[in-house]
């Protein structure tokens, strides 16, 4: 008995001595294989170990590597296995954090991928080392989540086309409706029709990419909205618009108006650029050519209690008509914002780039107003080619050429030449037909000077 019972310990010491040696032989060529950074090899050396290896033996970067291969080879299970085995030794391990911020990237996990970014960042900061990696990555994922949508078409006829663009990822509480304006007349052959109908929404990229859900009404053949009427577009809408606790209708010209009209009667701000409609008798723009007669209400036959944000030049005059006797008496508590020599459309707000910073303070801080736009703005009109085209062209209409001509040198001179609508070789072109009209040689060769000088600099 004696003897079997000695064989029996000899056998399990030995067994056990063989079984530590085999244990520390894989975390051996495990280290091995991590240390030759051979995914191949770490996941091969892993998986012939795993449920014997002792993870207590292993680095820092054993972990990280070993979560690098996993990752690699797209073993997901075994990764957060790894990881979580590793955030026990390694709580604060900045490579690990930075893996699983990735895995859970790859995953489309984005809030928890921005959580352990977070924590990198706090990390680094306690530190005093530079996150600014780290924060580029942060604002990446956080812009992907505003840009990946769904699109929706929740109406659509022969002539218009109204899809809902809204957020996977998240929910804002913000909806953007937004109308294309026009500029020519119905045309049954329009070949571009199919593509007006299908092209992207009105300031889409804008209001998408700020976070924000859309519904975009595209317009086949642009009627000024007039076969488009207000109980079609509720009954259109009414589903959607009620899921947002805030909605803006935004646009500029023809869909400025269409903003303002389909606003009245929902619980919705307009913020419009220039709205007009030629068509309209208040303009002064109508002809007998008109292809369409005007068949809707006349805005200043409703009373909406909205606010409106309505930015228009007063010197272009069908705008300040519009906006004077249609728009003002119609909307009591809005806030107009005069622009001058900014011309018709919102070109000029997008030149000096205020057009993004203006609508998200009416978002933010809930108003807009004319004392804002001098105090943030007006500044930057000395850089605006389109703020000088429409002062010359004001001046040269008030017989005041010489003032012009000072002007226009004065745009020639600029050193940027942002050419959104209009540019240097537009108010150059103005000016020398003035004076050329007026046989003013000494002025004729000024403005040539300072128009090759500008040349130059360009």
Known sequence: MRIFVNFFLQAYKKAMFLFGRTCWS???KLKKAVDSRDAALILCCYSKSKGSINFNNLREVDFQY???ALLKKNKLKCFYDVIRDGFQFFPNSLPLLNLQSLALRREGRYNESIK????????????GEDASKYVCRLDGIKSKIKTECCCEVVY??????????????????ILFVTFWGGGHDPDPSLPLKSYMLNRKGY?????IGSGYDLLAVNVGN??????????EFDSATQHILGKYKHVYMYGGSGGGYAALYYSIGNNAVPIVFSPRV???????????NNNVGFQHKFLDEFISENKAFVFYDPHTIPDRKFVEHRVVPAFP????????FSGHGAFFLSEIKALKEIVMRIISAGGFNQSDYYNIFSHRRRESLIYHYHMVSKLISSNKTNSALVVACRALAMKKDREIRYGKKDIYKIMLKKLEREGDCLGVKRLNNSFKASQSVS
């Open 222 to 231: 642009y009627n000024f909205y007039q076969d488009f009427g207000k109980s």
């Open 278 to 288: 030629r068509i309209d008798p208040s303009t002064g723009l109508l002809t007998k």
């Open 333 to 340: 508590n809005a806030e107009f914002i005069a622009l001058p």
């Open 26 to 28: 894989k975390e051996n």
């Open 203 to 207: 300031a889409e990229k804008f209001v």
């Open 116 to 127: 352990t970014i977070e924590k990198i960042i706090h990390i680094k900061k306690t530190k």
């Open 156 to 173: 659509s006829n022969k002539n218009y086309l109204i899809k809902h663009v809204s957020h996977v990822n998240s929910s804002p509480d």
């Open 66 to 68: 070993l979560c690098e």
